[in-house]
């Protein structure tokens, strides 16, 4: 475990905020609260191996989001307090990148200079809704992204210019203009203002494009580990043909694929695809192809055409699987499936089924990928058993949950 770092009181906001749900508590505190957690949910299911944190964790968020507000006729910047529209101001986040941190100063105040208002989602006046900004840890890049009410802004090219002048490290800003209700949403349309419109970073020497709506983990440092765990998990030989179900834009799948025979990444998400095909051109991988469409719908028909998977990688949303999708795993057979996790209680939903159809849980490893917080991730590996080492339950669908 991490050092015993003392416990993060110093936030001016933590009680207001409510992001950091564990702040008050050391760090060795809240790993040995979320490694009591994952026993309790996930213990039934095979040994939890000892969670792995941050040796310093804060200012790991490389993806920083902050809504504008004007409060008492100032302009300012932070988080909307949960379940509200009202905006906490937050001047310095103890867990966000301190350039991104920077920036959203500098951008408070050229909204006061240009005198652009922030939008006020009661009323629907004002401008500048939120800004987005992503910078890539091991490359440097920095992608500011400007969410705007409508699409007209004004002064935009001297806007640009401060800002860039100001922080010269930004290697893109990109308006994206969302005219919906809901709060820290993009919208459908994008205007790359400078530079190429998006960003790129590495994970173990692979190169990966980040554009304004794509998913990718917010810690690069503790993803590193995560992703390098579930590829050890895997145990490629170089042969084997994997499925990486709920794929998104293709990192798991891209990494997997050097000690692969063939990766097929299927995900619904038409621009996460793209993305995926392009950041397998950026690798030059040769053996990975990736597809738009239900991975379930995808593996069923595999299994009737008589195809084969000896590995299937799902990563899904933190609702956990469906029932739909692991009877699809169960019936390709695969030899190995290897599970990540952000939510221990639908993996804990999810392992049972798993298991009542065949699939035993050898290895479970926790990550602390959200320090101060009380999210928590998990890697899984599930092999196959003979049919003799294990008796088949009927599952009941009314006893599981429905996604």
């Known amino acids: 475990m991490a050092k015993n770092i003392k ?5 001016p906001v933590y009680k207001k905020c409510g992001g950091c749900q564990l702040q ?10 979320k490694q009591v957690r994952c026993i309790k949910l996930l213990g039934r299911a095979g040994h939890v191996d000892e969670i792995i944190g941050m040796e310093n964790p804060y200012n790991y968020r490389c993806k920083v989001q902050s809504a504008f507000a ?6 300012t ?8 529209k009202r905006v906490v101001p937050v001047d310095n986040c103890m867990l966000e990148d301190k350039v991104a941190s920077e920036i959203v100063l500098t951008l408070r105040k050229l909204l006061k200079s240009f005198k652009i208002k922030p939008y006020d989602m009661e009323t629907g006046a004002g401008f500048m809704r939120y800004v987005q900004i992503r910078r890539g840890f091991y490359t440097g890049q920095v992608m500011v992204v400007l969410v705007t009410a409508s699409e007209q802004f004004p002064s935009v090219t001297s806007f640009v210019n401060a800002l860039i002048g100001r922080h010269p490290e930004i290697t893109t800003v990109v308006q994206n203009v969302s005219k919906k209700s809901v709060n820290l949403v993009l919208g459908e349309k994008n205007i790359t203002l400078y530079g190429d419109g998006y960003i790129e970073d590495t994970i173990d020497g692979c190169r990966f494009r980040i554009s304004p709506k794509s998913f990718y983990q917010v810690n690069p440092q503790m993803t590193t580990l995560l992703y390098a765990k579930a ?6 030989t170089g042969s084997e043909t994997v499925i990486d179900a709920y794929c998104g ?3 798991i ?5 050097r000690n692969a025979g063939r990766v097929i990444g299927v995900e619904l998400n038409k621009d996460a695809v793209r993305d995926a095909k392009e950041n397998a051109r950026l690798n030059n991988c040769d053996n990975i192809e990736f597809f738009a469409g239900d991975a379930g719908e995808f593996m069923v028909e595999m299994a009737s055409k008589g195809k084969k998977a000896d590995v299937v990688i799902m990563d899904p949303p933190r609702a956990g699987s469906d029932i739909k999708f692991m009877r699809s795993v169960v019936k390709l057979n695969p030899e190995r499936v290897v599970y990540v996790s952000c939510n221990p209680e639908t993996l804990s939903h999810d392992l049972t089924y798993f298991g009542q159809n065949g699939y035993a849980a050898k290895k479970i490893q926790p990550y602390d990928l959200f320090p101060h917080t009380g999210h928590c991730e998990c890697v ?6 003979k049919a003799d080492d294990y008796a088949r339950v009927s599952v009941k669908t009314k006893d599981l949950k429905q996604v």
Do not use: P, W
């Open 253 to 257: 799948g891209i990494l997997a694929s």
């Open 7 to 11: 416990k993060g009181n110093g936030c």
């Open 231 to 236: 590829i050890e998990f895997m145990g490629l």
């Open 24 to 33: 008050n508590l050391t760090y060795d505190m809240q790993l040995k609260h």
């Open 380 to 385: 899984v590996l599930l092999s196959r058993e």
């Open 77 to 84: 910047s932070g988080v909307f307090q949960s379940s509200t």
């Open 249 to 251: 834009t293709g990192t």
């Open 70 to 75: 004007t409060i008492r006729g100032n302009v």
